[in-house]
């Protein structure tokens, strides 16, 4: 009984402890409020409209002031920074972040970036390979892409969807490349990746039809 009591206490402490994670930062919550008002107000473009005002670039002035940023935060200054500077904006404040030495998960999205801008194949982290594969997969196309860097993006698509545009396009061009048997791998896998997201959308259900066909007649192939 007294272990069951202590298990039960550990579990609860857990579930505590990952809802206390997962409560929005101050400027998460700040930004949330301002999308709120602009949707009330019917704009056509919410986002767009949140994000060219003065407490949004106040918000983003927040974020880049402190030293963690997480997933969400990155995009809010992606918006804002583009809203209100452009595109060079934009990337003038990826650039900082990611050669700042600042944490979190949305540092990897700004590393990224700027890995992607400047066509630099070196130094990807598996979790820059994670977090923009759509990034990787499109400097991967590139005329001046090298076997190793196109291997390593390769390995990241194996193990998730590749249903966007660069992914898709990176995917069926690499798989060519490999023995029959390898291919029909690869495909039937990247096929029971896509039928395991559990909400798919239009572009989700466009890949897994394209996948699925890619594997009869590979199958029909052989």
């Known amino acids: 009984m007294k272990t069951?009591?202590?298990?039960?206490?550990?579990?609860?402490a857990g579930v505590i402890h990952l809802q206390a994670?997962?409560?929005?930062?101050?400027n998460e919550a700040a930004w949330s409020a301002l999308l709120t008002t602009a949707k009330a107000a019917?704009?056509?473009?919410?986002?767009?409209v949140a994000a060219a005002t003065p407490e949004a670039?106040?918000?983003?002035?927040?974020?880049?002031?402190?030293?963690?940023?997480?997933?969400?935060?990155?995009?809010?200054?992606?918006?804002?920074?583009?809203a209100t500077g452009g595109e060079a904006a934009y990337q003038a404040a990826f650039r900082a972040i990611a050669a700042s030495g600042k944490t979190g998960d949305g540092i990897v999205f700004a590393r990224a970036a700027a890995k992607f801008w400047d066509k630099d194949?070196?130094?990807?982290?598996?979790?820059?390979?994670?977090?923009?594969?759509?990034?990787?997969g499109n400097l991967a196309m590139t005329l001046n892409a090298t076997p190793a860097?196109?291997?390593?993006?390769?390995?990241?698509?194996?193990?998730?969807?590749?249903?966007?545009?660069?992914?898709?396009?990176?995917?069926?061009?690499?798989?060519?490349?490999?023995?029959?048997?390898?291919?029909?791998?690869?495909?039937?896998?990247?096929?029971?990746?896509?039928?395991?997201?559990?909400?798919r959308d239009a572009a989700a259900n466009?890949?897994?039809?394209?996948?699925?066909?890619?594997?009869?007649?590979l199958q029909l192939d052989q």
């Open 206 to 217: 466009a890949w897994l039809a394209e996948i699925s066909a890619d594997l009869v007649a």
């Open 149 to 199: 860097f196109k291997a390593e993006v390769w390995e990241a698509l194996k193990t998730r969807s590749a249903h966007g545009w660069s992914c898709r396009n990176f995917f069926k061009a690499y798989r060519s490349t490999l023995p029959k048997t390898a291919q029909i791998e690869a495909t039937q896998k990247q096929k029971d990746l896509v039928l395991a997201i559990p909400t």
């Open 121 to 136: 194949m070196a130094g990807w982290t598996s979790e820059m390979l994670a977090a923009r594969p759509d990034l990787a």
């Open 21 to 26: 994670q997962q409560q929005p930062t101050a």
């Open 4 to 12: 069951t009591l202590t298990l039960l206490a550990l579990l609860a």
């Open 42 to 48: 019917g704009v056509a473009n919410p986002v767009a």
């Open 57 to 82: 670039v106040g918000i983003k002035d927040s974020i880049m002031a402190g030293t963690t940023i997480t997933r969400t935060e990155i995009w809010i200054i992606a918006d804002v920074t583009k």
